[in-house]
């Protein structure tokens, strides 16, 4: 399971299409139902901007629940002789608009709406639907909990509508910011330890006392200035690829990030398993085509333990009541070993490198919006899953947490989840002025998640990360007056002279 050159810098471009996706809390409203045999609430979805409810089911009214659910509720005729004096209204999601629902159910004197619906539940909108005119209030339901609702018991049902409150703070962020941050620091010294053993190794062959390794040079990825450029050209060609064949990329990503986190997996535990005293098993020579001796037998046990736990999440990838924790197993080796692979030779190639992804992560968050028929980012649609995809899978270069705190989605549609791009992670990044690069990294990742939270929408974490880390190197290097050699890296890199 080694690697090379090539295979590298493809299984990175991959890692980086991926963005920082927060779903807000969407308008998410319990209906409380009461009959003879018990009481169960319902998750409907409503409009704060149109209705109005309460947040404590004490303070809530409660109506009579007058199921019509086979009628549309369009037209006057609609409306019995006696009306809906005092009741809560169930009817079918028709042609008409929403505020003419209301419009009738307000004229036959009902206190409350529910639009029973067959699709998802969407949050009622539109620019008929006004607060003057919407005296009631008004929400989508499923027509499953419709039909369960006759489970409740004989007789008159009584309901009541109950606003459930937004939490202010989400501490899954806590999770990711500590899982974006560790895999960082230990990528970062795992890949400065391999640079100084590199570097020994080769100030010995410059004394003629040994030689570099050949697999170690394969194993290790220099972007260049003229890299940098083909690297943010090839991710911006992916992205747009994925933009119009979503669903057909998105298998060969899944596909991708199985073999590319095996391997890192592989990697990680290699130093670990090198170390048990099986090494000095007999290797016996073989006749085979590229291979003149067989590979050691505890090398061949991880290689397969971790092709079997990539195999073992590709299969249960769609259960979310664990899937997720394996997924960011996965992904932290795969980080891990991109960033201990990758290095730029110089903060010239840093600073090319950087800013380009800096362009390319604002444009397709923030300019691509106008360009698109949806008024939806690129990045964002691509991280979220298209809107028109018929495949109901999700590109997985992400770590995903579950929410911790007792909102609305939580309870109304199962698994939601904080997510984080893998390119926000893997990020080639100055490692001389370490301690500095992983404490800029941790305030950028930090700003992201409070501008996250100030306007509620998905942030490009490179427009925060990437100002940090960069200013903060040069700050640190023209204050050592090591700039130059920052900027070049000759003297970082020289040989100590006897």
Known sequence: ?????????????????????????????????????????????????????????????????????????????????????????????????????????????AHGLLVVSHDPLVTPSGSDLMPDNMSIPLALIRQQDVINMSQLGKGSLWAALVAMPKSTFNWSVLIIFALAVGTVVLGGYWSGLCDVEMKKRKCKQEDGEGKLDNKEKEDTLDISTSTAVIFVLMLSTILVLLYFFYDYLVYVLIVLFCLASA??????????????????????????????????????????????????????????????ALQDLLGMAFCLNMIQAVRIPNFKGCLILLSFLFIYDVFFVFITPFLTKSGESIMTQIATRPSNSTSKEMIPLLFKIPTLHLSSPTLCQGFTFSMLGFGDVGLPAPKIYFIFSVISYAVGLMLTFVALMLMQMGQPALLYIVPCMLLTCTIVACIRRELSMFWSNTKFTACAQH
């Open 1 to 109: 399971m080694g690697s090379a050159r090539p295979s590298l810098l493809c299984v990175y471009a991959f890692a980086v299409l991926s963005t920082l996706p927060f779903p807000a809390d969407a308008d998410f409203a319990l209906l409380n139902v009461q009959g003879n045999y018990s009481i169960q609430s319902y998750c409907v979805m409503y409009n704060h901007m149109l209705s109005h409810l309460p947040t404590d089911l004490h303070t809530a009214h409660m109506y009579q629940l007058q199921n019509l659910s086979w009628l549309e509720l369009c037209e006057p005729g609609d409306i019995p002789a006696r009306g809906f004096p005092n009741t809560m209204l169930l009817v079918k999601r028709g042609k008409c608009t929403f505020a003419r629902k209301a419009e009738l159910a307000v004229h036959g004197g």
């Open 263 to 324: 391997m890192g997996l592989y990697k990680c535990l290699l130093p670990l398993v090198d170390r048990l005293p099986l090494k000095t098993c007999i290797i016996s020579t073989t006749s085979l085509p590229f291979m003149h001796k067989l590979p050691q037998p505890q090398l061949i046990v991880l290689a397969a333990a971790c092709l079997s736990l990539a195999a073992t999440w590709f299969v249960f990838r769609h259960d979310d009541r664990w899937a997720w």
